[in-house]
């Protein structure tokens, strides 16, 4: 044993009171009970048709202009291709004049927890006159607070893509919430799409999006970042504080190496 | 070996809590979530208790909701990047200890579960490679980036593993 292994226990210390069973198995009883009324809201939800969305409904919506937010909050750019409206569900025409947003983007990635180092094959289409997005790095968006949920970037520099999930602070989550990062590089868009992945293995239930790539992104490459969430999922139900909430983002520093990076 | 999840959750507690002061830079954070992640193997027993490593389990737990509560606010993120290793917990703890912790807790989340896998458990490559999930070659490079970091900030560190 290192020296630096008595010094690193010597640092992790001793937890500053004793573990209290009586409360462990009362926040155990409370996960327990948080998560079977949510399945049940959701299946309700589901039958009713309220806010029942799937992911291939969601491919249909389109959107409106709107503020897009960075998960740090820094940088908000004009409008995004996909937003689903909660409000009415009506699907507004994609405007490709409203593509080139101003600006930089800036963000810090995080990214999944579950940061599954494969991803499912890429779709590849041709297209031709994509306008120019804003020079950046980086660009990343979340779900929290807002149901914008995109970004664009020309990229200055090369980068991988990934998203993530933020558990509840209490319970845990499942979400139809997906996403896309399309990479366009001489008039060719790749696009890159999240899968679901089995998160606690002792919880089949417990399901969630996932995806990532490294390397996927060039400098030059026009990158557009979306998250669909559907109308009526948790990450919009759920309260403020107690709310799981997705996101993802692609550029410099994300892919699935660099996956818990903080 | 029938293990009481009273039993299980004494053992392993003080190790989590261990693992998650290091990981997260505090005190009651680190308290926090490591009885959520105790929490949820008193909620899942009847499967836990039939793993062939329930602590492993409990600790994938344990550092994955210590990632979910670094994403859940952006501004405490950027925060934490700035401000040294936050620690309300007042004790008489030696220059040298602080200056591990925050070592530690100035490496990347992946680096910094390494270096707490090997070093403050114990564990061999191979047991730390299977614990994150990835190739025994990812956590040598891991590991050997993490010490050179930590031999940077001036602390003496070896692995003959």
């Known amino acids: 044993m290192t020296d630096f292994a008595l010094l690193l226990k010597d640092a992790a210390g001793q937890p500053p009171r004793p573990l209290n069973m009586a409360a462990i198995r009362q926040r155990a009883t409370t996960l327990g009970l948080r998560r079977r009324i949510s399945l049940w809201t959701w299946a309700v939800l589901a039958t009713l048709g309220i806010g029942g969305a799937t992911g291939a409904t969601l491919a249909t919506i389109g959107h409106q202009p709107s503020d897009v937010r960075t998960i740090h909050g820094e940088r908000d750019t004009p409008d995004g291709p996909v ?40 779709d590849t289409t041709t297209t031709t006159g994509a306008s120019e997005y804003a020079r950046a790095a980086t660009c990343s968006v979340d779900t929290v607070g807002e149901s914008v949920r995109t970004c664009r970037f020309t990229a200055t520099a090369a980068g ?59 400098p030059g490459d026009q990158v557009e970042v979306i998250v669909y969430a559907p109308a009526g999922d948790w990450l919009q139900n759920g309260q403020d504080s107690n709310r799981p909430d997705i996101g993802a983002g692609a550029g410099q520093d994300w892919g699935c190496t660099n996956g818990t990076h903080q | 070996v029938v293990v009481e999840v009273d039993d299980f959750c004494h053992h392993e507690y003080p190790r989590l809590y261990g693992t998650l002061r290091l990981y997260c830079g505090d005190v009651w954070l680190a308290e926090e ?59 008489p703890d030696n220059p040298t200890i602080i ?36 190739a025994e070659g990812t956590v040598k490079g891991l590991l050997s980036d993490a010490i050179r970091s930590l031999r940077m900030r001036g602390l003496v560190v070896s692995d003959d593993d």
């Open chain 1, 160 to 218: 991988g893509w990934n998203m993530y999930f933020v558990d509840p602070v209490n319970g845990n989550f499942n979400s139809n919430a997906h996403a896309e990062v399309r990479v366009t590089r001489d008039g060719k868009t790749t696009t890159y799409k999240t899968h679901e992945e089995q998160w606690d293995p002792v919880d089949p239930a417990d399901r969630r999006p996932a995806g990532c790539a490294d390397n996927v992104v060039q």
């Open chain 1, 83 to 122: 937003h689903p409206d909660r409000n009415s569900g009506s699907a507004v025409a994609f405007t490709p004049d409203n593509r080139s947003a101003p600006g930089g983007l800036s963000s810090t990635p995080v990214s999944s927890i579950v940061a599954v180092p494969r991803t499912h094959g890429p």
């Open chain 2, 99 to 134: 200056a591990v912790r925050q070592a530690v807790a100035d490496l990347p989340a992946r680096q910094r579960e390494v270096v707490i896998l090997r070093f403050f458990h114990d564990l061999p490559v191979r047991a730390a490679a299977e614990r994150m999930d990835c």
């Open chain 2, 33 to 91: 979530l490591a009885q959520e992640a105790l929490a949820r193997a008193v909620r899942h027993w009847a499967n836990v208790v039939r793993m062939d490593a329930p602590g492993a389990w409990v600790h994938r737990v344990a550092i994955n909701l210590a990632n979910s509560w670094f994403r859940r606010s952006a501004a405490e993120r950027r925060a934490l990047r700035r401000a040294p290793v936050r620690d309300s917990h007042e004790e």
